[in-house]
């Protein structure tokens, strides 16, 4: 497409964008629901489109495809109980001394229309029709979304999915808008378009950056809501390794090889205080994954880059087949810039610290993660308690004797970090509090009852919970 026909079709969809305006609660839940249900519909043809485009497996995209159905069902619920909008209610005191206190109410607001790019990972759940676009959508935000490279077809079939819903809700067809072009530079036009008003992007750390830097550099600088990768440290604590080293062994080697090692939570780092049983731990895992069956990966360039990653780190390769472990010291650690890097694919490293005390160091050392695991037992407890506080400060989510592999879809799920994770560690982009996003508040200072929004009226007719006067009610203001 050429660059004018692009720069046509842009202006076309975020002109219809800032047309549309969010309907009420009921008609936005029938819209949402609408969306899920020509998501579900979707057959085999959906499935074996997406198979062929990124290699992944049939039953991985069948269970990705549900929890995209199972995202939109959850946001219209969200949508439909109402509470989400904070309504906040202080009536006024006229008779208060020295000076009389107004009437002042405050609500949730779309922030306006979203761009969003389409992940490679998740052709389904954090693609065009994925969480992003869900909770933007449930904001009462328009969104276009530019399609991932790597699977045009799959992208489109689920953006016409989105289209259909449009039409059978009578929805403002601003709502929802589809990029075909899939450029560098069509990414770039979005982010600077004046009419956008917020990014959602999931992908690389140079990516995110990149859309950063373009937003920033606006006559009206926006939000980049980004999630840039991690490397989720996993400390495997030393009673924990002494009582079912095995048992470690097999579910670290499970969660770094799923998938192909392309999830934005595999565990690609993992740490153990020296001595027989990490050694021991070491080669097992080594064993296992150069045994792994990893298959394909999601587009050439991510491939490329993953060879090119590990050459570069050859020295520090332990074991190598379907997936590889690379092994160092904290010293070596420190001092490799490059080790701090993610390597996108079926690889981890393990660092061998000499003592507790270097296993707390290497966690004060660590930058910004989606999440950290301990594994331990009720006599590691003292020193968990003690990494635990450090490694609060450092992800968005801590896993007790698990595996970060598996992103519950839940109104508690924080998925983000502090940066270089995410760009805001404030928010998340899985959950019900993915909406955060794309709203901002507005108050309303001694406005008459008809012109505030039914949320902030006193007659509670949706009957959600507000704050009024600092207390939690559903009761109508007297």
């Not at 309303?444 to 009024?468: A, D, G």
Request: glycine content about 10%; hydrophobic content about 40%; proline content about 6%.
């Amino acid at each position: 497409m050429s660059a004018s026909a692009t720069t046509k079709e842009l202006n076309e969809l975020l002109s219809a964008a800032v047309e549309y305006q969010a309907p009420p609660a009921e008609e936005r839940t029938s819209f949402l629901r609408a969306v899920s249900n020509e998501i579900e519909a979707l057959e085999e043809e959906l499935l074996t489109i997406c198979m062929e485009e990124t290699g992944l497996g049939r039953d991985r995209l069948a269970g990705e495809k549900a929890r995209t159905v199972n995202q939109f069902r959850m946001f219209a619920d969200l949508v439909q109980e109402g509470s989400w909008v904070d309504a906040r209610i202080d009536t006024a005191q006229p008779e208060r001394k020295p000076l009389p206190k107004p009437d002042v109410r405050r609500v949730l607001q779309p922030l306006g229309p979203i761009g969003v790019f389409a992940a490679s990972n998740f052709p389904l759940a954090f693609s065009v029709a994925g969480g992003d676009t869900a909770s933007a959508l449930a904001g009462g935000c328009p969104v276009v979304v530019k399609i991932h490279p790597g699977h045009p077809r799959t992208g489109k079939m689920m953006g016409d999915a989105i289209k259909r819903a449009v039409k059978e809700t009578d929805v403002h067809p601003g709502v929802f808008g589809l990029l075909s072009d899939q450029s560098i530079e069509t990414g770039i036009a979005l982010v600077q378009h004046p009419a956008v008003k917020a990014i959602g992007f999931t992908g690389s750390l140079a990516g995110g950056k990149a859309l950063m830097s373009a937003a920033s550099r606006r006559a009206e600088p926006i939000p980049v809501f980004a999630e840039m990768g991690s490397l989720n440290p996993v400390f495997v604590l030393p009673n924990a390794l002494a009582k079912r080293a095995d048992k470690i062994a097999q579910g670290l080697a499970d969660s770094v090889a799923l998938g192909c090692g392309q999830f934005c939570t595999k565990p690609g780092f993992i740490a153990g205080v020296a001595g027989p049983k990490l050694d021991s731990v070491t080669r097992q895992l080594g064993e296992l994954l150069s045994k792994k069956e990893t298959g394909r990966m999601l587009t050439e360039g991510i491939s490329g880059r993953f060879k090119k990653l590990i050459e570069e780190r050859r020295g520090f390769v332990l074991a190598e087949g379907g997936a590889i472990l690379l092994g160092t010291d904290l010293a070596s650690f420190k001092q490799t810039p490059a080790l701090h890097e993610e390597i996108f694919g079926p690889a981890s490293l393990l660092v061998k610290c000499q003592t507790e005390s270097e296993l707390l160091e290497l966690a004060r050392h660590l930058e910004g993660q989606l999440t950290a695991t301990l594994h331990a037992d009720e006599e590691d407890l003292p020193l968990a308690g003690r990494l635990a506080e450090l490694l609060r400060e450092k992800v968005g989510r801590v896993i007790w004797n698990g595996y970060p592999t598996g992103v519950e879809v839940c109104p508690s799920m924080h998925h983000g970090g502090p940066y270089p994770a995410t760009s805001d560690a404030r928010f998340t982009s899985v959950g019900t509090a993915a909406i955060q996003r794309f709203v901002r508040p507005i108050c309303y200072q001694s406005f008459p009852q008809m012109l505030l929004p039914p949320e902030l009226r006193n007659e509670n007719v949706r009957n959600i919970w507000r704050t009024v006067n600092g207390k939690l009610t559903k009761e109508k203001v007297t």
